[in-house]
């Protein structure tokens, strides 16, 4: 079956640092990728959709310069948590589409931010 | 903003019993598709209905979409203790090419 890696599973870092998280579908090529954003016990909230070679689509509420995107290649896409706060502790997960409608999930990242 | 929206938000079942879950949504769909996630973890895909499909099938899973009145349920027949998660719906809207989830149904399935 398909397979995304998402990396790291968990981040801890200081206030006012940036993070990356790294999304990779290891045996397919995805033209479009999701990154989404969960609290303890909630759903997943969608916070952009990442397509390869352009720019990001973000959703409403979504701070684009606070969480760039960069879908560089058909197998590749970051998250990049700018000047991380204590508020943006959380669990990001990615998604990555290879065309037939299905999702295929990472197991997550989590960030905490002292 | 969120689509759908499942009910129960929470469901505690016996092992052996059945689970049924619902999912109502507000516009028009591609495809509904039901996901599992184990606490801390990444979602699994379950089972993808499309617009035009009214019933479909996957081991002890069966989902069923009724376009006409928005919502979808899963049934998880002779649930096991090892069914104990979350289970997400979510919907593949007509006009966005985005998918979009509902809050969840929480069940636990006691052994």
């Known amino acids: 079956g398909a397979v995304v890696s998402q990396h790291p599973s968990w981040v801890i870092c200081k206030s006012g640092t940036s993070v990356k998280i790294e999304c990779r579908s290891l045996d397919f090529q995805a033209t479009t990728m999701f990154w989404y954003r969960q609290f303890p016990k909630q759903s997943l909230m969608l916070m952009a959709t990442s397509n390869e070679g352009s720019k990001a689509t973000y959703e409403q509420g979504v701070e684009k310069d606070k969480f760039l995107i960069n879908h560089a290649s058909l197998t590749l896409s970051t998250l990049t948590v700018t000047s991380a706060h204590p508020e943006d502790s959380s669990f990001y997960i990615c998604?990555?589409?290879?065309?037939?409608?299905?999702?295929?999930f990472g197991e997550g990242s989590r960030l905490t931010v002292l | 903003s969120q689509q759908g929206e499942e009910d129960p938000q929470a469901l505690s079942i016996q092992e052996g019993e059945n689970a049924t879950m619902n999912c109502s949504y507000k516009t028009s769909i591609n495809n509904l598709q039901w996901y599992r996630q184990n606490s801390g973890r990444g979602l699994v895909h379950l089972i993808l209905i499309r617009s035009n499909e009214r019933e479909k099938h996957s081991g002890r899973l069966r989902v069923t979409l009724d376009t006409s009145k928005k919502s979808s349920s899963l049934l998880i027949t002779a649930s096991r203790a090892a069914d104990t998660a979350s289970y997400f719906c979510a919907t593949d809207e007509t006009s966005y090419d985005k998918v979009i989830f509902g809050p969840g149904t929480s069940l636990s399935v006691i052994p």
């Open positions: 998604s990555a589409d290879r065309g037939t409608g299905e999702l295929f």
